[in-house]
C-alpha cells in the first residue's frame, strides 16, 4: 500500500484515479494550490476549495481511494492583498471540516513582504486548530527560502514534528532534518526530485522523517510517482521497512495527528459503489456499467 500525500486531483483524470489505485494508492492528500491563472475574487477561491473537499473526496472513493486535503492559501496569490484579506476570513471555517489533516501548502514564491505576512497568519491558524501544516519552498532560491520558512515557524512557536516542508532536495535535506521538520520530496519526471536521486537521498539519510510524493497536477507530471519510486528503491536494495515507511507509513505519521486519517479508513473502507451520487451526479457517462463490489478485496 502507498500514500501520495501531495496530489492535485482536481487536475487529473478518472483515468489517473483507476492507475493510481491499480498501483496499490490506497490514499491521497490534496493541498489548496495555485490553479495556473490568477483567481479574480473570493467566490472562486471558496468554490475551489467546496470543490477538493466535497466531489474530489466523492471521487476518489468511486476508485476505491481515500482523499484528504490541506487548506490554505497559496503564496502566489498572497501577492493580491485584497483577495488574501477575503480569503483568510473563509479560510478557518474550511480547515475545520472533516478530512482536512493540515493547513497548506504554504510559504514562500517570491519571498515579497505580502507572503511572508500571510504565512505567519496561516500558521497562527494551523496552531490554533492544533493541526499539521504543509510548507511549499519556492523553486528559486529554495535554499533561503526553506532557511526563512523554519525560521518563522520556530518563532511562531509551531512545532517541527507537526510541520512536513515540501519540495527539498539535496540542497536543503540536512537542515530540514536537523532542525526536526519532515522532508518531502516531490518526484518528477524531469525537474524538482526525480526517483534515482531519492534512492541516493534514502542512502545517504536513511528513512526517519522522510517523504514520497508526486505533487502531480495541470503540467508535465506523474501521478504514478510513489509506487515507482518505491519499485526503484527495492530494486537498488533499499529494505522493504524503508521503502514502507517513505512511500506510506511516514505520511501517516504526521499527517494522522490531525485526528482526520487513519489506516482503518482504507482497511476497513466500504465496498466500492459507483451506482452512488454527488448532488445528483455519477462519475458514469452513458452505457457505462457501474463497478459494484460486495466486499472489499
Not at 53 to 59: K, Q, S, T, V
Not at 189 to 198: F, G, I
Amino acid at each position: 500500500m502507498y500514500i501520495d500525500p501531495h496530489a492535485h486531483m482536481i487536475s487529473r483524470t478518472t483515468d489517473d484515479y483507476e492507475a493510481m489505485a491499480k498501483a496499490g494508492i490506497v490514499a491521497v492528500i490534496e493541498p489548496a494550490f495555485w490553479i495556473g491563472q490568477a483567481r479574480t475574487n473570493v467566490g472562486s477561491y471558496r468554490d475551489y476549495l467546496a470543490h477538493i473537499l466535497g466531489f474530489e473526496r466523492f471521487r476518489a472513493s468511486q476508485f476505491g481511494m481515500q482523499h484528504y486535503c490541506c487548506i490554505g492559501l497559496n503564496s502566489k496569490e498572497a501577492n493580491n492583498e485584497e483577495l488574501a484579506e477575503a480569503v483568510m476570513e473563509i479560510l478557518p471555517g474550511f480547515a475545520a471540516k472533516d478530512h482536512v489533516v493540515a493547513i497548506g501548502e504554504i510559504g514562500f514564491d517570491e519571498q515579497t513582504q505580502l507572503e511572508d505576512k500571510y504565512f505567519r497568519l496561516q500558521l497562527d491558524l494551523g496552531r490554533e486548530l492544533d493541526l499539521p501544516v504543509m510548507i511549499h519552498t519556492p523553486h528559486r532560491d529554495k535554499k533561503r527560502g526553506a532557511s526563512r520558512s523554519m525560521d518563522i515557524i520556530i518563532e511562531h512557536g509551531v512545532k517541527p514534528e507537526k510541520v512536513v516542508i515540501d519540495h527539498v532536495n539535496e540542497e536543503t535535506v540536512r537542515e530540514v532534518l536537523e532542525r526536526g521538520f519532515w522532508a518531502a520530496f516531490s518526484i518528477y519526471p524531469h525537474s524538482k526530485m526525480t526517483a534515482p536521486r531519492m534512492l541516493e537521498i534514502v542512502r545517504s539519510y536513511g528513512a526517519d522523517r522522510l517523504i514520497v510524493d508526486s505533487a502531480c497536477d495541470w503540467g508535465v507530471s506523474d501521478p504514478l510517482s510513489v509506487p515507482k519510486t518505491a519499485m526503484l528503491l527495492a530494486e537498488q536494495g533499499i529494505s522493504a521497512e524503508d521503502v514502507r515507511r517513505v512511500t506510506y507509513a511516514n505520511a501517516l505519521s504526521v499527517y494522522g495527528q490531525s485526528g482526520q486519517m487513519r489506516e482503518e479508513d482504507w482497511t476497513k473502507a466500504a465496498p466500492v459503489d459507483q451506482r452512488e451520487k454527488y448532488a445528483g451526479n455519477t462519475i458514469l457517462r452513458g452505457g457505462q456499467s457501474p463497478r459494484v463490489e460486495d466486499a472489499r478485496n
